[in-house]
Structure formats: structure tokens, C-alpha cells
């Protein structure tokens, strides 16, 4: 079999990023049913979200699912580590849209990219990026600073 530069078996270790519909249930990919179907271990920004997200889509996940948020990111790195050295396929999505993209994930990416994990990504839908597309205004240059705070003074604050 193939092997990366550390030695790890990059036919079957993977941490794969997959962009969920943010709303449209029939926006969801082929790829990204595949890979539901197909995953060991599945990490969810909210796994009732992701379990209601399988159910949408009539697919029988058997993948193991963690939960996976920025309260406890940091914390699960070890455990997710250990799933890739143990040759498992790793999914990560977040409740809509990109992973990683103010959303849980980013650590998880330089984690496996530290350690020599091949990361792959299925492409899908970015709400920044939506929002871009469907405002009118030029997108040769565009700068995303997060999303805007929910509480006021905040959002004040975030607008000054």
C-alpha cells in the first residue's frame, strides 16, 4: 500500500472535510452520501443536527459520532490522532456549511497535517460565500472577518 512521509497508510487514514447543505437537504452531494455512508468516525459540531442530517438524506450512518464544537476542539485532538494511527477514515462537518470555516475544524486540519494525516475536503456550500455571491458587489476582492456577534453590544462594537 501506499504510504505518506510519516509512515501513516493514506489509503485508508483520512481526515475529510465535508461542506453540508445550509438548508437545501437537496443540495447535499453524491461524494458527501458516499463518504457518510463510508466513514469510521464521524466528528459533529452537533450530532443531532448530523443525525438529522443522515435521516434527510435516508442514509444509515454506522460511523461512530463524536461531538466536536469549540468547547471541547482542543481537547478531542489526542483521540482524533489516535483514529487516524489506527488507519480509520475520519469525517468532520460542521451544522451547515464548511467546516473549519467559523465553524470547529481548523485544529483539527493542522493537527493531521502536523502529525503527516493526508486531509481532503468535499467541497460544498460556504454561507460567507453564498452571501457574496448573491449581494451584487464586486468579488475580485472581498475580506471575511467572521460572522457579526449576536449579542448588541458586540455587534457594536464589531461595526466601529
Do not use: W
Not at 443531532?48 to 463524536?66: P, S, T
Not at 478531542?76 to 467559523?102: I, K, Y
Request: proline letters at 4%; one cysteine or more.
Amino acid at each position: 500500500m501506499d504510504k505518506d512521509t510519516k509512515g501513516h497508510n493514506e489509503a485508508v487514514s483520512e481526515l475529510i472535510l465535508a461542506g453540508v447543505p445550509l438548508g437545501n437537504i437537496g443540495d447535499a452531494s453524491t461524494r458527501l452520501k458516499d463518504v457518510i455512508s463510508s466513514a469510521n468516525v464521524v466528528l459533529a459540531e452537533d450530532s443531532r443536527r448530523f443525525n438529522r442530517l443522515c435521516k434527510d438524506l435516508g442514509i444509515d450512518c454506522r460511523a461512530e459520532v463524536l461531538s466536536f464544537f469549540d468547547g471541547n476542539e482542543s481537547s478531542r485532538l489526542d483521540e482524533v490522532a489516535n483514529h487516524l494511527a489506527s488507519g480509520r477514515q475520519v469525517l468532520l462537518v460542521s451544522d451547515a456549511g464548511m467546516p473549519s470555516v467559523s465553524d470547529p475544524g481548523y485544529r483539527a486540519v493542522r493537527m493531521a497535517i502536523d502529525k503527516g494525516f493526508k486531509v481532503s475536503v468535499i467541497p460544498g456550500p460556504s454561507a460567507p460565500l453564498v452571501a457574496l455571491a448573491i449581494s451584487g458587489l464586486a468579488s475580485d476582492s472581498f475580506a471575511f472577518d467572521g460572522f457579526v456577534p449576536r449579542s448588541s453590544g458586540a455587534r457594536d462594537q464589531f461595526f466601529e
